[in-house]
């Protein structure tokens, strides 16, 4: 999803105080200790790029319906959940500083992009960190596999709702015409991620913030 401005109803302005009080929170549980480290910065600077490299290859069905792949739960488990949400919301500065249209639409792009995705992510991640062992395969295949799955999904019922609510579509053409195709989607950011994380985990593993080589390997 990539909601324009010309979809944003005036009552929903109001989204960018919300959205300006998160992003206080996020900066200020942000750990920027990890920047100290070599490369890390650069890396950042990189996975934002990729991510809008990703966003560049979709398929636009109607305004503010688009289809592409999120990469947030790689983001999420590369920096952790805070550095991932605001690499994603550098992504969507550049992006929509790039084609102008949705500087209104930002927060609510952000909410829906961002925080959603990212939230699922992280939310699979601890729970599987506290309910299964510790082992190389559990953390791919939930971690990085099924957790991006459930995030690109919860990301399209988020975006179905915001379109609905918005009033620009109905509900019965969402569910119909565009739900079903983001859940197929949902398939292929799962498999992406799932093949990025275990690359990095076998080659780069101190990329990945949330692996340990000791923790997990060592069993």
Do not use: C
Not at 16 to 38: C, E, Y
Not at 74 to 80: A, R, S, V
Not at 135 to 161: C, E
């Amino acid at each position: 999803m990539n909601l324009t401005d010309a979809l944003i109803p005036p009552g929903w302005n109001g989204l960018w105080w919300p959205f300006l009080a998160l992003l206080g929170v996020v900066l200020w549980r942000a750990p920027w200790v990890m920047l100290r480290k070599p490369g890390v910065l650069n890396l950042m600077l990189g996975a934002s790029v990729m991510v809008l490299a990703y966003w560049q290859i979709h398929a636009v069905l109607r305004p503010g319906l688009e289809m592409h792949l999120l990469g947030a739960t790689l983001l999420t488990l590369l920096f952790g959940p805070w550095f991932g949400f605001l690499i994603v919301l550098v992504a969507l500065v550049l992006n929509t500083a790039w084609f102008g249209n949705a500087w209104y639409a930002l927060p609510l792009n952000a909410w829906v992009m961002g925080v959603v995705p990212v939230a699922v992510s992280w939310a699979v991640y601890r729970l599987v960190e506290a309910k299964l062992p510790n082992h190389l395969f559990i953390y791919i295949f939930l971690n990085a596999f099924l957790g991006a799955g459930l995030a690109a999904m919860a990301t399209g019922l988020m975006a179905v709702g915001v379109l609905t609510a918005m009033g620009d579509y109905s509900w019965l053409d969402l569910s119909h015409n565009y739900l079903p195709y983001y859940f197929l989607m949902a398939w292929s950011e799962a498999v992406t991620t799932g093949m990025l994380i275990t690359v990095l985990v076998v080659y780069k593993p101190q990329w990945v913030a949330t692996f340990n080589d000791q923790q997990y390997l060592d069993q």
